[in-house]
């Protein structure tokens, strides 16, 4: 059974940093993608960044050159590391994978994916 397990949300002020961990059981070996989503209030989930299992990734336009996602596969551990925080930025962080192999423009629609998080809160104050 799969299962994906956030952490590492919090609280921080503009312009710091924080690393979001996921763990990621099952999904080292063969096709899969794993991204992460964020939904803030009143808001529809979006799709920020996405790896896939050749280490190809993905950013949405609104954190590109800020965050940066990865893979630790001997940890079984996604991240996202973020930088350079906005009070924009504040919003429910989710972990999210597929075993489909998806086409480069579907990779950021939460549709795509089957498996995932509970969410992690990260709130940035100006």
């Known amino acids: 059974q799969v299962q994906l397990v956030e952490s590492g949300g919090g609280s921080v002020q503009a312009g710091g940093s924080l690393r979001l961990s996921c763990a990621t059981s099952?999904?080292?070996?063969?096709?899969?993608?794993l991204a992460w989503f964020r939904q803030a209030p009143g808001k529809e989930r979006e799709g920020i960044a996405v790896?896939?299992?050749?280490?190809?990734?993905s950013y949405a336009d609104s954190v590109k050159g800020r965050f940066t996602i990865s893979q630790d596969n001997a940890k079984n551990t996604l991240y996202l590391q973020m930088d350079s925080l906005k009070p924009e930025d504040t919003a429910v962080y989710y972990c999210?994978?597929?075993?489909?192999?998806?086409?480069?423009?579907?990779?950021?629609?939460?549709?795509?994916?089957?498996?995932w998080g509970q969410g992690t809160q990260v709130t940035v104050s100006s």
């Open positions: 999210a994978a597929t075993r489909v192999y998806l086409a480069l423009a579907s990779r950021l629609r939460s549709s795509a994916y089957n498996d």
């Open positions: 099952g999904y080292t070996r063969g096709t899969y993608c």
């Open positions: 790896i896939d299992n050749n280490g190809y990734t």
